[in-house]
């Protein structure tokens, strides 16, 4: 999260669309103020019948509750749909995160996620 509250949130997603799937990849801070940008991306994504979507976190610093439950609800979503939500390249801190919430456990999470 960001330090300086005079500083903007620091945010994009750039996105890869091919027939039926696409790959988003997501930079900086996923929070309160961010996550209604991935999740209109997301709902854009799925009503244009992308089904297999990529999330790459390789440049993602920071995941709040929010920016999770985004990622939860797409999650459910695509696989009701008979589709799947992939997450690539979370960084050490986010990967803690989706151990820590009990998400790793249902999440498609590549590398996998090792618990105990």
Do not use: C, W
Not at 27 to 40: H, I, S
Not at 68 to 81: D, E, N, P, Q
Request: hydrophobic share 45%; proline share 7%; charged share 20%.
């Amino acid at each position: 999260m960001s330090t300086d509250p005079a500083r903007p949130q620091q945010f994009d997603i750039v996105v890869e669309r091919f027939p039926e799937r696409a790959v988003a990849k997501l930079v900086g801070e996923l929070d309160l103020a961010t996550a209604p940008q991935l999740r209109e991306l997301l709902a854009t994504l799925t009503q244009s019948d992308v089904l297999h979507i990529t999330l790459d976190l390789e440049e993602l610093t920071f995941v709040d509750s929010v920016g999770l439950s985004v990622v939860i609800s797409a999650h459910k979503r695509l696989a009701s749909a008979g589709g799947q939500l992939l997450i690539e390249y979370p960084p050490a801190r986010i990967r803690r995160l989706f151990t820590v919430s009990g998400v790793a456990s249902f999440l498609n999470v590549r590398p996998p996620i090792v618990t105990q």
